[in-house]
Every structure is written in structure tokens, then in C-alpha cells.
């Protein structure tokens, strides 16, 4: 009867630190994926004065404090090198202009961004020098867990001197800008530029992924600016030449920063082909008289007479307050749902298109670390339940059917890390769980 005793015994504490052992392996595997997402930033802020490693090229200007810039970044642990499963994660970079009125439409574009996005970004922003302090108290002050997620730097507007008034005054405030990118960011190889009024609703990880899909001829993506030509501005009322049928908007953009610098671009000024910067200086020349939105029309004229370089995606991309107007005409939308909003015309603070004022004040409303079901998207399906007299209010379904995805995304995340409620154990503490375990079976062993 004894010997059973002690088999029975044995088996249980076998069993026991089986259990244990599984516990301590499912801890260290979550603490891996996790990765630098755990680990707390070092912060270093600073107001550099003098020569910008961000500057523009040679002969550009400042139209503020002279080249000075915010820079703050999160600085996460370095992997191992000699672990292979350590595979340095690429980093994404987006940028955005912002000036006048712009501070809270674009902090509403980047929490947007951080509710889903999977991969470290690092955000460039170019903003007037009255509102990088602004930028800066509200990013720092976000919860640590999103803080993580990204890095960034505050830029001061630049524009080649001796036009820089010009440009500046070109569209709307400082849009110009991003013509600019590629000659101010001469670090960054693939950068993802979007207007201040874009509102993401999947993982901007998504829209990066483009990249991969570009041929070794061009140099930018971008998404027509219509679908249906007899509603078609550009081909209807241009004064210029245009990418297509219906011309193409810039408001969200992949530029292949390395490629547009090197190429030399066709144009109908000379029989010489011209590089990115001194083509944009010959345009605004021929041109100025002759364009109504700024930038996006040097970037049609531009692609008009380089199609092979560029790369068009579809609009659920770039779902504008067009594509439902007058009923729904973006058929990528129609299948899968909106993925990018964006709220031209002003259209998230009037009262005309009160679908796309409810989407950004449900994402302007939304506190980081709420429940996102509750908090975001069902006071947000109540309030789109208020505009079905508007056409864009009729097709609803579309402005949530992929943000439920990406919410669901979230909470099966949040589902799956649930069993460490104060986050995954430390080093120390697995390696005690892994000694114990050794322990405890040599115990059942000599029963």
C-alpha cells in the first residue's frame, strides 16, 4: 500500500512541475515577443542650434528660428546580434506638415496610427517653431505603452531660399513641404507622407508593405484622385498635364526617397532630363499661373511625364468625401471596407459630410488604454446611425467594416497576454521557475 502511496505522490509532483515548467516556457516565449515593447524609453530632449543633420540641401532657407528642431526618441534596448532568432525589425517613417490650425487633426492622425500599428515608425513632423513645444508636451504625456511604439522628431518648415515665401504660399499653409522631403531627409530611404486630415483605421504596417510591391522603375505610390471621370476635376477643369485619366492626389504618398533623388526626370521645359530638385524650381516657373492645388498638381505634371515611375494603389487607400458624395463609386471600399480616411474640404469640422466629423471625433475622443470596443467603436456605429439622409451615410457599413478587424486585432492580443496582468516575468524570475522545476522533478525521481 506504501509503494502505491508513493507513486501516487510522485506522479503528482511530477505532474505539478510539468505544469510549472510549461508555465515558465509560455512566460519566456510572450517576454520575446513582446521584445522592445517592454522595456522602458530613455528620453533625451534637446534644442540643437546650428547646422541640422536634417537640413535642406545647398542654398535652402528657414522661415523661422534658424535651423533649429525638437528631437526626441525612444531608444530601445539593442537585441543580441548573436541570437538568431533577433532579426532587427524595420523601422517605418512617416511624415506630416502641419501648420496654422493643424496641431489637433494631426494628433488625432497619430493616435490613429498607434491604436493599430505593429512595427516601430518614427514620425517626422514639420511644423511652425510655435508649435513644437505643443507637439512635444502632448506625445510625451501619452500612456508608456504607446510611447513605445514610436519615436519622432519636430522639424522647422524649410524651403529652398530665395523662393521660400512662394512656396510657402504655394497651396494651403506650408503643404509644399513635402515636395522637399527628399532633399531635407537625405537619411531616410522609404518614407510615408500624409496630410495632417488622414485618419488610419488598420495598421499603417499595411500600407507600408506597398514598398515590396514596386517595381525597380518607380519611385512613389499614390491613389487616383477619382474613380468616376464625368465627376473628374483634373480632367475636367486642369490647366496643366495630369497622371491618367482623373490625376492623382497626394495626400497619401509612398516616396522612395533614395530612387527620386537619383533619377533623372522627362519634362516639357527642356530636352534634358532633370533631377528632383531642380525640376521643382523649373515648374513652379512654367506653371504658377496655371495650378489650382499647389504641390498635388507639380506632382500630376511631374507623373504625367514619368508614368513609368509610378505606382498607383487603389482608393479604400484614400477614401475621400468624392467617393460617396454622390453615391458610392470606390469599389475596393465597397469589398473590404475604408482602410485610410481622409477628410479633405475640411470635413471633419463642418457639418457636411457628418460621417467622416464622426469617425475622427470618435478617434479624437478616444482616451489610450480604454476598452476600444466600448470607448471607440460602438459609441462611434451610434453615432454613424445619425447620418443616413447624407449618401455617404448610406454605405455606414464601409467607414467600420475594417475597424472592427483591426479592434478585434487588438483585443485578441490583449486576450492572448491576459494570464500576466502585471506583465511578463523578468529573467531572474523564469530562471528561478526552471531551477525549481529541476528540483521538483529530482524529488519525484527518488520516490
Not at 447624407?390 to 486576450?415: A, E, M, N, P, R
Request: aromatic share 12%.
Amino acid at each position: 500500500m506504501r509503494r502505491y502511496l508513493r507513486v501516487l505522490l510522485g506522479c503528482i509532483l511530477f505532474g505539478f512541475c510539468s505544469i510549472l515548467y510549461v508555465f515558465s516556457q509560455l512566460a519566456a516565449s510572450l517576454e520575446a515577443h513582446d521584445g522592445w515593447m517592454g522595456r522602458k524609453p530613455q528620453q533625451r530632449t534637446a534644442v540643437l542650434r546650428g547646422e541640422s543633420r536634417h537640413g535642406a540641401g545647398k542654398g535652402a532657407g528657414k522661415t523661422g528660428l534658424e535651423n533649429q528642431y525638437w528631437y526626441n526618441r525612444y531608444i530601445m534596448r539593442k537585441a543580441d546580434a548573436s541570437d538568431p532568432s533577433n532579426t532587427p525589425v524595420e523601422t517605418m517613417h512617416l511624415a506630416v506638415v502641419a501648420c496654422g490650425e493643424r496641431l489637433e487633426e494631426t494628433v488625432t492622425m497619430l493616435k490613429s496610427i498607434l491604436l493599430f500599428n505593429v512595427k516601430p515608425i518614427q514620425f517626422h513632423i514639420f511644423a511652425e517653431d510655435n508649435l513644437h513645444i505643443k507637439f512635444k508636451d502632448i506625445l510625451d504625456s501619452w500612456l508608456e505603452s504607446y510611447r513605445l511604439k514610436f519615436s519622432y522628431t519636430v522639424h522647422s518648415i524649410t524651403f529652398p531660399s530665395g523662393n521660400a515665401a512662394e512656396w510657402k504660399r504655394l497651396f494651403k499653409p506650408c503643404a509644399s513641404q513635402r515636395l522637399f522631403l527628399p532633399i531635407i531627409l537625405k537619411d531616410v530611404d522609404s518614407l510615408l507622407y500624409v496630410d495632417t486630415d488622414i485618419l488610419f483605421l488598420q495598421p499603417v504596417d499595411e500600407m507600408w508593405s506597398f514598398f515590396r510591391e514596386l517595381n525597380s522603375t518607380q519611385i512613389a505610390a499614390m491613389a487616383p484622385e477619382h474613380e468616376e471621370p464625368s465627376i473628374g476635376w483634373y480632367n475636367r477643369f486642369a490647366r496643366h498635364p495630369f497622371y491618367g485619366k482623373t490625376g492623382i492626389n497626394s495626400g497619401v504618398m509612398l516616396m522612395n526617397m533614395t530612387r527620386i533623388r537619383k533619377k533623372y526626370f522627362k519634362n516639357d521645359m527642356t530636352t534634358a532630363q532633370l533631377q528632383w530638385e531642380e525640376l521643382l524650381m523649373s515648374l513652379l516657373k512654367k506653371y504658377k499661373l496655371n495650378i489650382t492645388w499647389g504641390d498635388q498638381d507639380l506632382l500630376n505634371i511631374i507623373f504625367h511625364y514619368n508614368p513609368e515611375s509610378l505606382f498607383v494603389f487603389p482608393c479604400h487607400w484614400n477614401y475621400r468625401p468624392d467617393h460617396c458624395i454622390y453615391g458610392s463609386n470606390c469599389k475596393s471600399a465597397e469589398e473590404g471596407g475604408i482602410f485610410i480616411l481622409h477628410g479633405n474640404r475640411g470635413v471633419y469640422h463642418d457639418h457636411k459630410q457628418p460621417a467622416f466629423k464622426a469617425i475622427y471625433q470618435a478617434i479624437q475622443q478616444y482616451t489610450f488604454g480604454d476598452d476600444p470596443v466600448h470607448s471607440l467603436l460602438y459609441p462611434l456605429e451610434q453615432d454613424l446611425q445619425k447620418t443616413t439622409h447624407t449618401y455617404c451615410g448610406k454605405v455606414q457599413h464601409l467607414f467600420t467594416k475594417q475597424l472592427q478587424k483591426s479592434i478585434g486585432t487588438i483585443q485578441d492580443k490583449v486576450s492572448r497576454g491576459s494570464a500576466f496582468h502585471s506583465g511578463p516575468p523578468s529573467q531572474s524570475a523564469l530562471q528561478d521557475m526552471r531551477l525549481e522545476f529541476v528540483n521538483c522533478a529530482s524529488t519525484a525521481e527518488s520516490l
